[in-house]
């Protein structure tokens, strides 16, 4: 994903895709999604002339201003072409700078379009002035100096300075790569002074270079501050000019104090190249955001306060897509040699797993030990990874790694390690997941052409108590080479495909039962259908044919030709999932076994081609009626592409996904925003006012119950160093508890009706006793007449049926 970031006094604006994320500085939470655009979102700035309000720009050919505050769209201007960065200058009132593309595809412009006011939120906005030529696409390529004054833009060895009042354009030229002593002196990025005429360029070899007195092309000047060894990714100013701010590969942020070489600071281990640095408005925070897909918050003394970790992009998703039965966390790589654990429902990443455990050295010419397989077990007790590195064909490091899960630490400690478990590289591993399995069973297959059963075993001594992980079973068909495996949903079968060739396995005996054969090209991918499907076994063969077998009459239920790259069982259901690649893109394609029609059919889904998916089972099962969502009832479905965007199908907007904490975090008032504070605010108000309507209706009022309440929910899980001093929430704590005075009346009034009817009958009991005696004494001759005692309840009928006013009957 693309990321370009601009820090205001308290919250932080992201791109992500076609969206604009507003995380909170304070508490790190993504507060808004700013959704709109329908195309790539190219820039963003604040708007200088009102700094509640931000303006995009996007692919789609339009600039929108927001109202970040509230997430709301109050304009947008239709410019008619595409739009590659934009810049704003407080000068400039009704204008905006951005970049286009001429007719040819690698030329560039810088132009000004004006913004006509008008009352109506969509204007047109065709004006534009152009303003340099054969200017970088990139917007750290291009900057704005000295209040406004002058725009300064590089690409490849040619820095061009325009000045708006005189209307000039001045040009410098640095050597080229025909010599090979200045071959690497393009450009990279460009950062002004924004009070001096000073221009700050950074290079690709390294070099930061200031250039002064550019308003005359003889009389020029530069400077050279160089520590980056390889290229300068990115520069940026302080607000008073004071220091520079360079980033690159190196993980490490510096920070040149008066421009010079001597006055230097460093921040570094910040974990990935640094692709864009931010200045806040203040001066007071710096921001950096990194290859890896996060945002680092500095202070001024450069010490990281805060860190936004999206999900992690890799160099290759070798492990596909899994989900952990914990904590229902997406897992896949990560950091070099890690496991990133990343949770789908609050869009954050929970931790990193070191698997690979050696320290990662950047060195392109390095061959790495790569992360390649991985497979959860046993309801997530146990992990199995594959790490391998190979210099030569003939030099393969293999090694598989068994994990087990620790309660007490809640994490996942090495338990068994296996060098070089195969001959030949892994091609898949996976576990017998079988609610009824006495034992673990993990098979693994290999293009030595072997598959192999481990199986745990005490690995008891006179020390200790342990298990271990052993191999029981070593198969092979024709010394083919195995390709896919997977178990059936009961565990009693395994497949295994052995090239063209799929075979079928008794988990018992591991005999083998049955052979399909097609001949269709190798089988890259196997799974056995679920529920009351479980009969039919699929495979997807690298010629594009998708096949399904009949486990009980051992043939072929039906075949069709389609290029599916991603197959996916749902584990809460029948359907199955299936991404095909086309020439327009990728569809999807929803359907059950046991049904020739699919459920569902989504042509191109995206552009590019569909690596991996995965269903994620649902906390609460949604109850969609329509046909076309409901295989989505159960479970969702993620898909990642090959840029390595991760997608969904949803109803929702991102925006409407957003937890109502995460809403409420956004200020209202100058109040001091934590849960404490919503707990006695409107929010509270309204729902004390609700429950007590209900209440009154009911004649019956109820504490209110707190494990309902959000806030509540929230104040639990918020760290102790956001929230205020105990003593001084405590009062307003247990005072948002009691009932209010209405409520507290209406709960009494019943209370002394009961009293009252308590005495009522109490007295009535002593008449009843009176009555009573009387007739036992004037009623002793009257053998059969029969006194009928009342009971307490029946006495209370009675006398609410006196008090009932029968005086309209007399009108009759």
Known sequence: MRKHHVR????????????????????????????????????????????????????????????????????????????????????????????????????????????????????????????????????????????????????????????????????????SSRNKKHARNNFTCVACHPKEDCIATGHKDGKIRLWRNFDDEKKYTYTCLHWHHDLVMDLAFSVTGSSLLSGGRESVLVEWREAAEKNKEFLPRLGATIEHISVSPAGDLFCTSHSDNKITIIHRNLEASAVIQGLVKDRSIFTGLMIDPRTKALVLNGKPGHLQFYSLQNDKQLYNLDIIQQEYINDSGLIQI???????????????????????????????????????????????KVNMPHEDHITALCFCNAEKSENSTLVTASKDGHFKVWILTDDSDIYKKAVGWTCDFVGSYHKYQATHCCFSEDGSLLAVSFEEIVTIWDSETWELKCTFCQRAGKIRHLCFGRLTCSKYLLGVSENGILCCWNLLSCALEWSTKLNVRVMEPDPNSENIAAVAQSSMGSDLFVFKPSEPRPLYIQKNICREE??????????????????????????????????????????????????????????????????FYFLLGKHRQQQQNDKLNEALENELVQLPLTENIPAISEL????????????????????????????????????????????????????????????????????????????????KELKKFRKVDYSWIAAL
């Open 716 to 795: 639990l899980r918020t760290p102790a160093h956001v929230l205020p001093s105990a003593s001084f929430l405590c009062s307003l704590f247990v005072n948002s508890l009691l009932l209010s005075q209405e409520t507290k009346g209406a709960e009494e009034n019943p209370d002394d009706v009961n009293m009252e009817e308590e005495k009522e009958s109490d007295d009535s009991d002593e008449e009843s006793n009176f009555t009573e005696k009387i007739q036992d004494i004037n009623n002793t001759d009257l053998e059969e007449d029969v006194i009928h005692q009342l009971s307490k309840s029946e006495e």
């Open 370 to 416: 790569e992360l390649t397989k991985a497979a959860f077990g046993c309801s997530g007790s146990w992990l199995a990874t594959v790490e391998q590195r190979q210099e030569k064909e003939t030099e393969l490091e293999l090694q598989m790694k068994l994990w087990m899960y620790n309660k007490k630490t809640q994490g996942f400690v090495l338990n068994t």
């Open 610 to 675: 569909v690596l991996w998916g995965v269903f994620v089972p649902r906390d609460v099962p949604e109850s969609f009626t329509s046909e076309a969502y409901q295989w989505l009832n159960r479970s969702q479905f993620y898909f990642l592409t090959k840029s390595q965007s991760l997608l969904t199908f949803s109803t929702q907007s991102p925006e409407e996904k957003l937890t109502p904490t995460s809403k409420q975090l956004l200020a209202e008032e100058s109040l001091p925003t934590t849960p």
């Open 8 to 175: 205001h006094v308290q919250y932080i604006f992201c791109v992500s895709g076609d969206f604009i994320k507003v995380y909170s500085t304070a508490t790190e939470e993504c507060v808004h999604i700013l959704q709109g655009h329908r195309n790539l979102v190219t820039g963003i700035q604040l708007n200088p002339n009102n700094h509640l309000q931000l303006y995009s720009c996007s692919f789609d050919g339009t600039i929108k201003l927001w109202d970040y505050i509230d997430g709301i769209l109050i304009k947008t201007f239709r410019v008619g072409c595409e739009l590659h960065a934009l810049f704003t200058l407080s000068c400039a009132e009704d204008s905006v700078f951005v970049t286009i593309n001429k007719e040819k595809p690698d030329v560039f412009q810088l132009a000004s379009v004006k913004l006509p006011k008008s009352s109506s939120q969509e204007i047109e906005a065709k004006e534009l002035s152009f303003v340099l030529d054969y200017v970088n696409q990139s917007p750290k390529c291009i900057a704005f100096g000295n209040e406004g004054e002058y725009v300064a833009a590089v690409r490849d060895f040619y820095l061009s300075v325009y000045f708006f009042k005189k209307k000039t354009t001045t040009r410098f030229t640095l050597s």
